[in-house]
């Protein structure tokens, strides 16, 4: 190495006192070049110390566990889940919370708007999670999955299945509502929302457009809130009447406007999923939400002979 021959050529001209610097200098180089081997940002960086914190939710019925909303309060930090139900999440450092690090017992919040909401306390101290405390293992993951129960199912039916863009359309929507609860499930449906009479949704899976259309009941009028109990499913038949232009091409999800009524859910929680979850919009679909869909396809029109 260069750096090493220029040395060992001038080493014979040095006096004791430079020999001395030269040594000194020696030493300066070994002590850089060692600590290049460590983490410059501090170990706790890169380990997060223990401030992460893991875990898996599961859903009644096997239904996809994606998009479950897990909310810790007092630190006010959220995240969903993924398709295999699994998330994970890190605190800020102590020095980024209030007070330089938070300590107490904190509520973990799991969301998902048609299941009962979960939740479980976790410690916190100094800013870091307890390992090996409570619901948390000595990894920094909870014990045992959590598991949400359901309390609202429901299922939708269109028909026709298709239509062309150069056909009048009229989309009669069924949806079944079912519970298997012992008590009974309230869902809320406003009859009237920004001038939209019975509003339904149509999501097209295949471009994200959402659209919304006025509909009219087919059979007798329900009130603003459904009663749905294990005796047997209730249905609601809307029929939607549309010029063929308010369709573009696509397969089609059709989504009642409703809340499903259940007590207990933090204000907070229902503002940090950053949805005003009583506006027609559509980021109403944004909230989570199991639904067993069926599609209707829009097809283009046919070509003249």
């Known amino acids: ?130 390992y090996s405390t409570g619901d948390i293992n000595s990894a920094g993951e909870l014990v045992l999955p959590r598991h949400l129960v359901q309390i609202l199912n429901i299922r939708s039916s269109m028909f026709p299945e298709s239509v062309r863009r150069d056909e009048t359309i009229s989309v009669i929507a069924k949806f079944q509502f079912s519970t298997l609860r012992s008590d009974t499930a309230f869902v809320y449906m406003p009859g009237v929302v920004n001038g939209f009479l019975n509003p339904i949704l149509f999501h097209n899976r295949d471009t994200g457009e959402i659209l919304i259309f006025s509909s009219t009941h087919a059979g007798l009028p329900v009130g603003d809130t459904l009663k749905v109990t294990n005796d047997g499913p209730v249905e609601l038949i809307r029929v939607v009447t549309a010029a063929t232009q308010d369709f573009p091409v696509g397969s089609y999800e059709a989504v009642p406007f409703l809340f499903v009524l259940q007590d207990g859910i933090p204000r907070e929680l229902a503002n940090n999923i950053r949805v005003d979850m009583r506006a027609l919009s559509p980021d109403y679909l944004d909230i989570p939400f199991v639904r067993q869909r069926s599609l209707m396809t829009v097809l283009p029109a046919e070509a003249p002979n």
């Open 1 to 130: 190495m260069q750096m090493g021959n220029s040395l060992l050529r001038s080493r014979t001209s040095y006096s004791p006192l430079n020999l001395v610097l030269a040594l000194l200098s020696l030493l300066s180089l070994a002590l850089i070049m060692n600590s290049c081997t460590s983490n410059p940002i501090g170990e706790d960086e890169i380990s997060f110390g223990k401030r992460e914190l893991k875990g898996e939710v599961r859903l009644a019925n096997n239904s996809n566990p994606e998009g479950v909303f897990v909310w810790l309060e007092g630190f006010d930090f959220d995240t969903t889940t993924d398709a295999d139900g699994r998330f994970s999440f890190i605190l800020p450092p102590p020095a980024a919370q209030p007070g330089g690090g938070l300590s107490g017992a904190f509520r973990l919040y799991f969301y998902m708007a048609n299941y009962e909401l979960d939740s479980v306390a976790v410690f916190v101290q100094n800013g870091e999670f307890l």
